[in-house]
């Protein structure tokens, strides 16, 4: 199973912005909850560049639902954190999500911070799934 997505009537329709205003879960399903994933490499350095960042984020939630069993259509939810966030970074961090994600649209919030744990750290996104069956 995955998450069914909706965008009901009346209000604003998300998808051309890769999200859903609404992701349900059938009861009953086991989630998994992936931790905030900076734009960290293996080694764990950071490029100095968000969208190198931002696609190395959508790399490791992609890694972790890959150790999971999961693939990004699981997802039921994602959450990010932008560090200094603007109209720019928003098109980057989508670009980055589309490459993830592709179509599939899951609920979603963008919030923008003034820093996150590490202070290299641009970008950190986190995700909820339903694991398959």
């Given at each position: 199973?995955?998450?069914?997505?909706?965008?009901?009537?009346?209000?604003?329709?998300?998808?051309?912005?890769?999200?859903?205003?609404?992701?349900i879960?059938?009861?009953?399903?086991?989630?998994?909850?992936?931790?905030?994933?900076?734009?960290?490499?293996?080694?764990?350095?950071?490029?100095?560049?968000?969208?190198?960042?931002?696609?190395?984020?959508?790399?490791?939630?992609?890694?972790?639902?890959?150790?999971?069993?999961?693939?990004?259509?699981?997802?039921?939810?994602?959450?990010?954190?932008?560090?200094?966030?603007?109209?720019?970074?928003?098109?980057?961090?989508?670009?980055?999500?589309?490459?993830?994600?592709?179509a599939?649209?899951?609920?979603?919030?963008?919030?923008?911070?003034?820093?996150?744990?590490?202070p290299?750290?641009?970008?950190?996104?986190?995700?909820?799934?339903?694991?398959?069956?």
């Amino acid at each position: 199973m995955t998450p069914r997505l909706l965008n009901p009537k009346g209000l604003y329709d998300p998808s051309p912005n890769s999200y859903s205003q609404v992701s349900i879960v059938e009861a009953g399903r086991q989630l998994a909850f992936i931790s905030g994933q900076g734009g960290d490499n293996p080694d764990g350095s950071f490029s100095p560049d968000f969208a190198t960042q931002a696609a190395s984020a959508f790399r490791n939630v992609g890694l972790a639902l890959d150790a999971l069993g999961a693939t990004p259509q699981h997802v039921a939810k994602i959450t990010v954190l932008i560090v200094d966030h603007d109209m720019e970074k928003l098109r980057i961090m989508q670009a980055a999500q589309r490459m993830l994600l592709g179509a599939h649209h899951p609920a979603a919030t963008l919030v923008p911070v003034p820093c996150l744990a590490l202070p290299q750290m641009l970008i950190e996104v986190e995700a909820v799934v339903e694991l398959p069956a």
